[in-house]
């Protein structure tokens, strides 16, 4: 289905910007309307060409970032055929040598462009002043294509304009391209902002990058928006004084229609800021889709019979087709079929554990993730969290190691459609969570089942089936985002279906008994065949009550006190490197970060990719 859906929307996307390119015939009879109904005049000659200009670059905003897409999409490809070719040569090769060497140019563009931050090395650890949330530093090569971005709308807002002409003509000049670009740059704005934005699937970027770009497309529309209206108000104060402003405003409903919905995304941009988000999320989401439709409203009754509506036009139906899929898959995945059931089940540490049995379940892939809605408990809200594991009914009658059961590779690399669970591990914190583990909480047993909905499957993008040494790190409940890979790792070994010749699993926990949020799953993977021949387990607790807490059950599970040092620990993997090495990280933004920067720090010397997840909404 979801295949299907990515295929639906890209139809909706080509479609929709054939209906925006065949609204271009009217430019010039639209561009008459606009100056109408704006209470000024200007030559025939001047509509004209103010009309071709601002069409031709609208189409040069689209046409670049297609070009954008296109390159990236070659990039993608590239890429993802080197890994193919290196998962097949490798599968009956023990050493892997030629993919342990690194390619020098490739490295150099991974240390100093896509794998480094900003400034030095602070990526995920999110920015604070006191208690406020300031938001998070981007890459150096998101920097680059935002700044790209944002020069590209600078120039093309201002070139053409007769500067050397009339104040009162290029004051309308420029309120008619910012205007039109504005209306523009809200196209690409509702696709990066969908969960079901095609290019995810189509580029293997993550939601959660698209989502920054999102964001910053925003402050470019809202930028574009306030300097049309203010040249539209200095073009009406010049003209006729503060006496045609008070006509305007109640005579005149293309004017103060326009300020509305100006003030509406002005209201947008305040209320999205990274302190408001992080601190009263629900609150903000809820204000954030009134304030975008209040906006469209006010902005389409503005646009009335002129070009830029047929633009918005493509904008709303994007926005609505989006929400339609998501309705759709939500109903899919939760009705019918007795309903789709969410059993909560208390677990130390402040957490719970959810196994969802699904009306209809989807054959699942690591890294991926669903958003959860509880009635009972949250109304309509959904939240996104990560899947640690699925279960057949075969699994779920041979987890207990105690009965001797052998998994075999057949077991765990089945796409049958006979998986009936989704479960996942959910920490306690504000708003939602709280009241989850509170539902939770009130039962005697700590375990009750209750009524939820599903959409998704999202995510599941990375693969590190090609990588003959694969080092996973997972801080605290990040283990539910890594889990998955271990299991498909260690049974892709079994089989011979992979590269992967040595897994390392690294998990921070504050205390031992965080250990029983995943131990049913890692019971059952230390359970599976050949798991001693390739993966090995470090557990480091952060705050241990006594050293009697730390022990080692064997060689290849063994149990630290403290943090590790994720530069030696690398480092020592890397000095026996079989292949390529894959190094994945699930955690805190501190955590994130120092993994980052111990890759980096050995591009060029070993073939090392950096693999990172997480949520920076």
Not at 101 to 112: E, T
Not at 540 to 547: A, E, G, K
Request: proline share 3%; hydrophobic share 45%.
């Amino acid at each position: 289905m979801g295949k299907s859906i990515v295929n639906t929307y890209t139809t909706v996307l080509l479609t929709l910007a054939g209906v925006a390119v065949a609204g271009e015939a009217l430019a010039s009879r639209n561009a008459q309307t606009m100056q109408t109904k704006g209470g000024h005049q200007e030559t025939p000659a001047q509509r004209a060409a103010a009309a071709v200009d601002n069409t031709r670059f609208a189409r040069y905003t689209l046409t670049v970032l297609g070009g954008i897409v296109i390159l990236l999409g070659i990039f993608r490809v590239v890429i993802h055929s080197v890994r193919y070719i290196r998962t097949l040569t490798c599968l009956n090769n023990d050493t892997q040598k030629y993919f342990k060497m690194p390619n020098l140019a490739y490295g150099a563009v991974k240390q100093h462009l896509l794998y480094a931050p900003l400034l030095r090395r602070r990526h995920l650890r999110e920015l604070h002043f006191g208690w406020f949330h300031l938001g998070y530093v981007p890459t150096r090569f998101q920097s680059l294509f935002l700044a790209a971005v944002v020069i590209m709308n600078t120039t093309l807002s201002v070139s053409g304009i007769e500067w050397n002409g009339t104040r009162t003509a290029a004051l309308s000049h420029l309120r008619n391209r910012t205007g039109t670009l504005s209306v523009i740059n809200m196209i690409p704005l509702v696709v990066l902002a969908g969960r079901n934005n095609p290019l995810i699937s189509l580029l293997s970027i993550s939601f959660d990058n698209f989502n920054l770009v999102h964001r910053w497309f925003g402050r470019i529309v809202v930028i574009q928006a306030l300097a049309h209206s203010v040249a539209e108000m200095m073009i009406v104060i010049e003209e006729g004084k503060w006496k045609t402003m008070q006509y305007l405003f109640q005579k005149n409903e293309m004017f103060w229609t326009g300020l509305v919905a100006t003030a509406a995304f002005i209201a947008i941009i305040l209320t999205a800021s990274a302190a408001l988000r992080h601190a009263f999320y629900e609150t903000f989401l809820h204000l954030h889709i009134a304030l975008v439709v209040l906006s469209l409203v006010f902005l389409w009754k503005h646009l009335e019979n002129t070009m830029p509506q047929n633009y918005l036009l493509v904008m709303i139906l994007l926005w609505a087709a989006e929400r339609c899929i998501r309705f759709t898959t939500l109903i899919y995945r939760s009705v019918g079929r007795g309903g789709t059931k969410a059993e909560l089940e208390l677990l130390p540490g402040d957490a719970c554990r959810v196994t969802l049995k699904m009306a209809r379940p989807w054959v699942f892939r690591p890294g991926q993730y669903a958003f959860i809605t509880v009635p009972s408990v949250g109304l309509w809200t959904s939240h996104p969290f990560s899947i640690a594991w699925s279960n057949s009914s075969a699994d779920e009658k041979n987890q207990d190691s105690e009965k001797g059961y052998q998994i075999t590779p057949d077991d765990i690399l089945s796409n049958s459609q006979d998986k009936t669970s989704m479960s996942m591990i959910i920490r306690r914190r504000s708003g939602f969570t709280d009241k989850l583990f509170e539902k939770a909480e009130r039962s005697a047993s700590g375990i009750v089942t209750i009524s939820a909905l599903v959409e998704g499957p999202y995510g599941g993008l990375a693969s590190l089936q090609s990588y003959g040494t694969v080092m996973i790190f997972a801080g605290g409940v990040g283990i539910t985002h890594q889990v998955p890979f271990v299991r498909d790792l260690v049974a892709g070994y079994a089989s011979g279906t992979l590269a992967a010749r040595k897994v390392v699993l690294v998990w921070i926990i504050q205390l031992p008994e965080h250990l029983e949020w995943i131990r049913p799953w890692m019971t059952t993977i230390l359970a599976m065949d050949k798991r001693r021949d390739i993966l090995r387990i470090q557990l480091f607790v952060t705050r241990p009550r006594s050293t009697k807490e730390i022990h080692s059950p064997s060689a290849t599970v063994q149990m630290f006190p403290g943090k590790p040092n994720v530069d030696t620990l690398i480092e020592m993997e890397a000095e026996n490197q079989i292949g390529a090495m894959g190094v994945s990280v699930c955690g805190t933004g501190g955590l994130s970060d120092d993994v980052r920067a111990a890759v980096r720090r050995r591009q060029g010397v070993r073939n090392i990719d950096f693999l990172e997840q997480g949520f920076t909404w």
